[in-house]
């Protein structure tokens, strides 16, 4: 996420932001999430992108302030999910390209076809579950009605699909949230 992308974000109606500290062309470090953390609308939470992270290292982020959920991808010890907690962050899980495991501690349980792929998953109704489920992967601002309506999320995750030329674009990302806050389930 860059200065440019945040502008873009503060204009919708986005209830998230990801700030991506695994290896990726999205990759920031502390000091730059502080900075745009610093100028995105304070309504909005920032939720920390790992894959594989340690403890130590998403509990130097959020006592930093820079984000508020951690999203762990990868095979994710249930351990370090309720360590993460503890310490008073909320947690997404995700499941990437496999069913949700229902027994899994964290907050949020989210199912994803990648990493920021823009692979769309083969869409069924999802579990209803006591806790927030989560769809990502391949959403756009013109599939992510229909996506909705078939699985019945209680939340909707994009990167790819909300960018031309490899940055967010501002019309994308309205045209995103407008489209899926417009459903009704
Ligand atoms: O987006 C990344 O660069 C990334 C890198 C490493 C791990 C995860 C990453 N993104 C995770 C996300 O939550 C994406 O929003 C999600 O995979 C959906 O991406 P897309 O299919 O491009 O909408």
Same mark, same amino acid.
Request: net charge negative; proline share 5%.
């Given at each position: 996420?860059?200065?440019?992308?945040?502008?873009?974000?503060?204009?919708?109606?986005?209830?998230?932001?990801?700030?991506?500290?695994?290896?990726?062309?999205?990759?920031? &470090?502390?000091?730059?999430?502080?900075?745009?953390?610093?100028?995105?609308?304070?309504? $909005?939470?920032?939720?920390?992108?790992?894959?594989?992270?340690?403890?130590?290292? $998403?509990?130097?982020?959020?006592?930093?302030?820079?984000?508020? $959920?951690?999203?762990?991808?990868?095979?994710?010890?249930?351990?370090?999910?309720?360590?993460? &907690?503890?310490?008073?962050?909320?947690?997404?899980?995700?499941?990437?390209?496999?069913?949700?495991?229902?027994?899994?501690?964290?907050?949020?349980?989210?199912?994803?076809?990648?990493?920021?792929?823009? &692979?769309?998953?083969?869409?069924?109704?999802?579990?209803?579950?006591?806790?927030?489920?989560?769809?990502?992967?391949?959403?756009?601002?013109?599939?992510?009605?229909?996506?909705?309506?078939?699985? &019945?999320?209680? $939340?909707?995750?994009?990167?790819?699909?909300?960018?031309?030329?490899?940055?967010?674009?501002?019309?994308?990302?309205?045209?995103?949230?407008?489209?899926?806050?417009?459903?009704?389930?």
């Amino acid at each position: 996420m860059t200065n440019l992308d945040v502008l873009a974000v503060n204009e919708t109606a986005a209830d998230l932001a990801g700030f991506v500290f695994a290896p990726s062309r999205h990759q920031i &470090q502390l000091a730059q999430a502080l900075s745009l953390k610093a100028q995105l609308n304070p309504n $909005i939470q920032t939720v920390g992108v790992f894959v594989h992270e340690d403890f130590a290292t $998403i509990k130097a982020l959020y006592d930093a302030g820079a984000i508020d $959920i951690a999203q762990l991808h990868g095979a994710t010890d249930p351990v370090l999910v309720q360590r993460l &907690q503890a310490v008073g962050l909320r947690v997404i899980q995700v499941f990437q390209n496999k069913a949700i495991d229902a027994t899994s501690p964290a907050d949020y349980l989210m199912v994803d076809s990648g990493q920021g792929s823009g &692979q769309t998953l083969a869409w069924k109704p999802l579990p209803q579950l006591e806790k927030p489920v989560i769809l990502a992967g391949g959403l756009t601002a013109t599939n992510v009605a229909e996506a909705i309506v078939i699985t &019945q999320p209680d $939340i909707v995750d994009v990167s790819s699909g909300v960018e031309s030329a490899g940055h967010k674009d501002p019309q994308k990302i309205s045209a995103f949230v407008e489209n899926a806050k417009g459903v009704r389930i």
